[in-house]
């Protein structure tokens, strides 16, 4: 499979915890995008890379929450300190460069639950 | 952050029926994408389309560009109950796509 792939699947953790996870985008992609995703609602941007710079942050984007990509392949998100307000499914998207909004193209998502 | 309304918010057809859904904003936008959703899955991109009054299609499915950059469509022919699900628009503008809140799609056979 040479999609984007997200790990974990699902993560369940006590309020106040740290959590990690990863997102491998398609290999030739050098644009990998975070959103967040509550229910009934559309993905939420949340930070893009290029290659391995950090261009763009959502205000959504909280100091609790650090997103690296450190040698322009995958890429991990962090939260700390995790709050219930942090439940939610979290989306890796990747995509190409070009002179036109390449299509984004999305991993099947980190379903967090923050109890 | 921006979301684009999308209507109707959700949708009971039955098989076979053609379906239309739209997709507007208050803001230009240079690109526009639609997705399908799957509970528990990421969404799927569907089609995109990069000019104004572009019209696309992918099989049974066809979207338009609005002439205003400020809208999309997306029309489905002769619904089949795989068509059920979550269809989202996105359009496009500096690095960021914004999402629409999403049209429910049902299929009675």
């Known amino acids: 499979d040479t999609g984007v792939s997200q790990d974990p699947r699902h993560k369940i953790t006590k309020r106040g915890q740290n959590v990690t996870f990863r997102c491998d985008p398609i290999s030739e992609h050098n644009r990998l995008y975070w959103y967040r995703q509550t229910l009934g609602q559309g993905p939420e941007f949340l930070t893009y890379f290029q290659n391995e710079a950090q261009l763009e942050k959502s205000r959504l984007l909280s100091d609790r929450f650090s997103a690296e990509r450190p040698k322009g392949s995958f890429s991990t998100l962090e939260i700390q300190r995790t709050e219930q307000g942090d439940s939610a499914m979290y989306l890796c998207?990747?995509?190409?460069?070009?002179?036109?909004?390449?299509?984004?193209?999305f991993g099947d998502g980190t379903r967090l639950s923050i109890l | 952050g921006q979301q684009l309304n999308q209507s109707p918010q959700s949708m009971f057809i039955q098989e076979g029926e053609d379906v239309s859904m739209n997709c507007t904003s208050s803001?230009?936008?240079?690109?526009w994408l639609w997705y399908k959703q799957d509970p528990g899955e990421g969404p799927v991109l569907l089609i995109a389309?990069?000019?104004?009054?572009e019209l696309t299609s992918n099989g049974r499915l066809t979207a338009q560009f609005g002439i205003t950059r400020k809208d999309s469509f997306l029309n489905i022919s002769a619904s089949i109950p795989s068509d059920v699900g979550i269809y989202f628009c996105a359009g496009g503008t500096g690095n960021q796509f914004y999402f629409g809140t999403g049209t429910s799609l049902t299929v009675i056979p």
């Open positions: 998207a990747s995509s190409l460069d070009g002179l036109n909004h390449q299509p984004q193209h």
């Open positions: 803001s230009i936008f240079n690109t």
């Open positions: 389309l990069y000019k104004a009054g």
